[in-house]
């Protein structure tokens, strides 16, 4: 399978961890010190910060996140993936934006390793 294939494989699955509320799960998909930029915070490094920022999402209502991905650059052990996403709320989309994510492949199994994502909504004053 093609790092394409396999990536689009587990953003299928990272979005139903996500749907299901599993923290746990997300972080698992992450190499052991991964980070994940959001927008207006600093950046989570590592498995159990990242769980803890997926669990603070969910705590704060947020039940939904939509993935679509626009490019995968496959560079051998690495993946540079771009693309955008939409959150929600319940049936309410809360924010939308941009993200890219480096991937590796550690001992064949992708992982996501530098997740950053970008808010098209503007900063808070």
Not at 59 to 79: F, N, P, Q, V
Request: glycine share 8%; proline share 2%.
């Amino acid at each position: 399978m093609s790092a394409e294939e396999e990536i689009s494989k587990i953003n299928t699955e990272f979005m139903s961890a996500f749907a299901d509320g599993d923290a746990a799960k997300l972080s698992s998909l992450y190499t052991e010190d991964g980070w994940l930029m959001a927008p207006h915070i600093d950046t989570f490094k590592g498995k159990e910060a990242v769980q803890a920022a997926f669990q603070g999402m969910f705590d704060g209502g947020i039940t939904k996140l939509s993935l679509t991905t626009i490019e995968i650059d496959d560079c051998g052990d690495t993946a540079i993936e771009s693309g955008e996403f939409a959150l929600y709320a319940g049936d309410a989309q809360i924010d939308n934006g941009k993200f890219m994510v480096v991937w590796k492949n550690i001992y064949g199994r992708w992982c996501l390793h530098r997740d950053i994502i970008n808010s098209n909504q503007p900063a808070p004053e």
